[in-house]
């Protein structure tokens, strides 16, 4: 398995946006997002799949879109209207089997890059 690396993570304030990014995606089935805030369990944010279905946890969904580059192995997470709560590290990961926000299915993760959401 290739090792994935992200990138994107800063210091934004309340409302704004950043983009996160995370390669090499290799030949995953499912690409995904997931983020842990200190003192709190990791939790699913967005995947999607080699064919593009996507799935997103209620508590970014219309604020955050995951997708994918269909030229280099690399997918994304767009973060609009950040909230002081979206504040956590966030992981990308990658799976072989069923795709979904459930940490469960995915075999291959990422280092972790911060995000913090300041009021």
């Known amino acids: 398995q290739a090792q994935l690396v992200e990138s994107g993570g800063g210091t934004v304030q309340v409302g704004g946006s950043l983009r996160l990014s995370c390669g090499d995606i290799?030949?995953?089935?499912?690409m995904g997002w997931f983020r842990q805030a200190p003192g709190k369990q990791r939790e699913g944010v967005a995947a999607?799949?080699?064919?593009?279905?996507?799935y997103y946890a209620d508590f970014v969904r219309g604020r955050f879109t995951i997708s994918r580059d269909n030229t280099k192995p690399i997918f994304y997470l767009q973060m609009n209207n950040l909230k002081p709560e979206d504040t956590a590290t966030y992981y990308c990961?990658?799976?072989?089997?069923?795709?979904?926000?459930?940490?469960?299915?995915?075999?291959?993760w990422g280092q972790g890059t911060q995000v913090t959401v300041s009021s």
């Open positions: 290799s030949s995953a089935n499912c």
């Open positions: 999607i799949s080699r064919p593009g279905s996507k």
């Open positions: 990961a990658t799976g072989g089997g069923r795709c979904s926000t459930d940490s469960r299915y995915f075999t291959n």
